[in-house]
């Protein structure tokens, strides 16, 4: 089987298409892969440290600017061409799209020349760019299923899920002893995200200020610019840990008994897929503001709670952390609905479809 995938600018959108390949991979004998994305963001150095053959397009995500845009117009036409002309010459079976605007020439290409092709959304509010393709795709997948409504002129929309959430279930497990905490006493990890944020960094202090004398214990991540200011002038409880990044996050989420995080796709197939009760403090700084609605798509579940930035302090923090841990009914029945929205077979289910596409 020969594909070409195309996913890019984001982990959130990256990370899914390599699980899906890894499945491929196992189940599928002499594949052949090849990756489109932009030279200039992160699948340009990800995907060829994976050995997989990658081609970079020259092209970028609109602006307000209409001399930019203009000109990125121009980029997708050339990337269009492009695209046409390294599958006439490659001739994939099938072409996967996960997101991003580098994904619009690749899948129109393929369209073009006859070429099945594949989408999936990784977030409750549908992408500008697969919004635009999903009428144009064989068959589209989704991680919510509210999502699926969402595509009403797509041929064929399957709810699979977001098939990161089953790297969270393989990966090596992190005890909380081999970061120096104890093994013993319930773990609470905050982070916001792999980058971190100055925003929220600030008013977390307070919380972690409170929390020293509690029966928990803290794992704060701070993002790697942001951990020298962090800890400045700063003195912690025994029980509270600072780090500037944790590398496997999810392997110590698997001994995690809550998490306060953003609300991306990846961090939400993680913690649907390990059942772990979650407060999400959405970013307010991304497209659609999607995160928002990712969250709300556990909290209207009552698989979750939300705390929105603009509200947050560390008072209102160490309330809610304390009111759902001395509330064991209502924990357990988070999890349980955790449990039933979550899809932990993702990659199985989108392969199992490509090959009844195949068919």
């Known amino acids: 089987m020969k594909v070409i995938v195309s996913a890019g600018g984001t982990g959130g959108h990256i990370y899914p298409a390599l699980a899906v390949l890894e499945k491929l991979k196992k189940e599928t004998k002499d594949l052949e892969v090849l990756y489109i994305g932009t030279k200039n963001r992160m699948e340009s150095e990800i995907i060829p440290q994976r050995n997989i053959e990658f081609i970079g397009l020259d092209i970028y995500g609109l602006s307000k600017n209409i001399l930019v845009d203009f000109k990125n117009v121009f980029l997708v036409l050339k990337s269009y061409q492009k695209c046409k002309k390294i599958m006439q010459e490659y001739k994939p ?59 009403p002129k797509a041929k064929k929309v399957i709810y699979s899920g977001n098939p990161c959430g089953e790297n969270a279930l393989t990966t090596k497990e992190i005890k909380p002893s081999d970061i120096t905490l104890d093994n013993k006493k319930k773990l609470v990890i905050v982070v916001a995200g792999s980058l971190g944020s100055s925003s ?59 998490i306060i995080t953003r609300a991306g796709a990846s961090t939400m197939s993680e913690i649907l897929a390990l059942n772990l009760p979650a407060i999400f403090i959405p970013s307010p700084y991304v497209a659609g503001n999607h995160q928002f609605y990712n969250a709300l798509e556990i909290v209207k579940n009552n698989a979750g709670l939300m705390l929105e930035e603009d509200k947050l302090d560390g008072n209102t923090l160490f309330s809610m952390v304390n009111e759902l841990f001395g509330d064991k009914k209502q924990y357990e029945i988070m999890k349980m609905n955790l449990k039933n929205l979550g899809k932990t077979n993702s990659s199985e289910l989108i392969v199992k479809e490509i090959k009844e596409l195949l068919k």
């Open 200 to 258: 929220i960094n600030e008013k977390m202090k307070e919380f972690l200020r409170l929390s020293k004398k509690s029966d928990y214990q803290v794992l704060y991540i701070t993002g790697k610019s942001h951990y020298d200011e962090f800890v400045k002038n700063s003195r912690f409880g025994s029980n509270i840990k600072v780090m500037p990044y944790l590398d496997n996050l999810a392997g110590l989420m698997r001994n995690c008994d809550l």
């Open 93 to 151: 079976d099938i072409v996967l799209g996960f997101g991003g605007y580098v994904t619009l020439p690749v899948i129109l290409a393929a369209k073009k020349l006859g070429i099945k092709t594949f989408l999936h959304e990784q977030n409750s509010i549908v992408g500008k760019t697969n919004k635009f393709l999903s009428n144009k795709a064989d068959l589209v997948a989704v991680s919510f299923l509210s999502t699926m409504k969402k595509f």
